[in-house]
């Protein structure tokens, strides 16, 4: 019976593993013409908080951009225009002040005027796992 409850919690273990391994994966602007040379990834956490990068693949002729950061409201909680062509930019997110709320990351091309959207969302599990094993 022991053996059947703990099986049972490393297949939701696992579970939860995969799914949040798969939210990791760069998200690219998923356009045939690919509009805005970017992409948004999860790098892990700094101080239990969440650190996200932006990272821009321009060229001497895109090389200028604008990022907003709004909250679910549209509210505009970040705002920067930036020059440069291939560099990127980290972004250490504040639990206290966003919490589970999530967030919308626009970057914007000045000279072709497209943009890309990307939606973050923070969510929180507690796993906790207890092994008992008889010893000789």
Same mark, same amino acid.
């Given at each position: 019976?022991?053996?059947?409850?703990?099986?049972?919690? @490393?297949?939701?273990?696992?579970?939860?593993?995969?799914?949040? %391994?798969?939210?990791?994966?760069?998200? %690219?602007?998923?356009?045939?013409?690919?509009?805005?040379?970017?992409? $948004?990834?999860? +790098?892990?956490? @700094?101080?239990?908080?969440? @650190?996200?990068?932006?990272?821009?693949?321009?060229?001497? &002729?895109?090389?200028?951009?604008?990022?907003? +950061?709004?909250?679910?409201?549209?509210?505009? @909680?970040?705002?920067?225009?930036?020059?440069? &062509?291939?560099?990127?930019?980290?972004?250490? $997110?504040?639990?206290?002040?966003?919490?589970?709320?999530?967030?919308?990351?626009?970057? +914007?091309?000045?000279?072709?005027?497209?943009?890309?959207?990307?939606?973050?969302?923070?969510?929180?599990?507690?796993?906790? &796992?207890?092994? +008992?094993?008889?010893?000789?």
């Amino acid at each position: 019976m022991n053996r059947i409850f703990r099986n049972n919690r @490393l297949v939701v273990v696992a579970f939860f593993t995969v799914f949040s %391994m798969a939210a990791t994966h760069p998200a %690219m602007a998923s356009d045939s013409t690919r509009t805005v040379p970017v992409e $948004l990834k999860y +790098i892990g956490n @700094l101080n239990n908080q969440p @650190l996200v990068q932006l990272t821009f693949a321009g060229n001497a &002729e895109e090389n200028e951009f604008t990022i907003i +950061i709004r909250d679910e409201d549209g509210n505009s @909680l970040y705002r920067e225009t930036i020059k440069g &062509e291939k560099f990127y930019k980290k972004f250490l $997110l504040n639990n206290d002040e966003i919490g589970e709320s999530a967030l919308r990351f626009e970057v +914007i091309s000045r000279r072709s005027n497209k943009s890309v959207v990307f939606e973050v969302n923070r969510e929180s599990r507690f796993v906790n &796992e207890m092994a +008992i094993s008889k010893m000789k």
